[in-house]
T-cell receptor
């Protein structure tokens, strides 16, 4: 039930934009996004609860399409501090909470 | 406010040895879980608990045991360590909200385990 993320890795220059996708084979009730800096624990970024809803965090926003069972994370005008691994997360059929396969984002000067 | 505390931070075991990874939270969260993180595989759920006395299996439970005797503590036991259990282990907790889908996960700093 683990969501699949794409791409697996991306390298950006400062100021460039990126999109990270998260898709599930199961129905999505909500989607969480987390960021993990190297050597640290994942930290919550945002949650999306409704289809088509968009949320924002700094210059990071996300969308959620229930029908397509997909969510996308948009990073605009990337900064060095955006580097890290991004995970989507969602509830399983019971009380499990599953995280995606992760996307490594590296922003270079 | 300490949040979620994991001990130890690092551990090296020999194949066949047993050990317990400790996890404690001081936020009075009902929901706690254990994940392992391996390169290219993201975070995979091992076991979880929705409250004291209640535990259940996640995606990769084999080789691990858990118990939840108090709200605060959720230890993970490796009965007979194997090299395949070399990984980084994260404990997470979450409040049990009426709508589970809104439960934000709070993570401990992780335990880096090597099994030789």
């Amino acid at each position: 039930q683990q969501p699949v993320q794409s791409p697996q890795a991306v390298i950006l220059r400062e100021g460039e934009d990126a999109v990270i996708n998260c898709s599930s084979s199961k129905a999505l009730y909500s989607v969480h996004w987390y960021r993990q800096k190297h050597g640290e624990a994942p930290v919550f970024l945002m949650i999306l609860l409704k289809g088509g809803e968009q949320k924002g965090h700094e210059k990071i926003s996300a969308s959620f399409n229930e029908k397509k069972q997909q969510s996308s994370l948009y990073l605009t005008a990337s900064q060095l501090s955006y580097s890290g691994t991004y995970f989507c997360g969602t509830r399983g059929t019971g009380n499990q909470f599953y995280f995606g396969t992760g996307t490594s984002l590296t922003v270079i000067p | 406010n300490a949040g979620v505390t994991q001990t130890p931070k690092f551990q090296v075991l020999k194949t066949g040895q047993s050990m317990t990874l400790q996890c404690a939270q001081d936020m009075n969260h009902e929901y706690m879980s254990w994940y392992r993180q391996d390169p290219g595989m993201g975070l995979r759920l091992i076991h979880y608990s929705v409250g004291a006395g209640i535990t259940d299996q996640g995606e990769v439970p084999n080789g691990y045991n858990v118990s939840r005797s108090t709200t605060e503590d959720f230890p993970l036991r490796l009965l007979s360590a194997a090299p395949s259990q070399t990984s980084v282990y994260f404990c997470a907790s979450s409040p049990w909200l009426e709508r589970f889908a809104k439960n934000i996960q709070y993570f401990g700093a992780g335990t880096r385990l090597s099994v030789l």
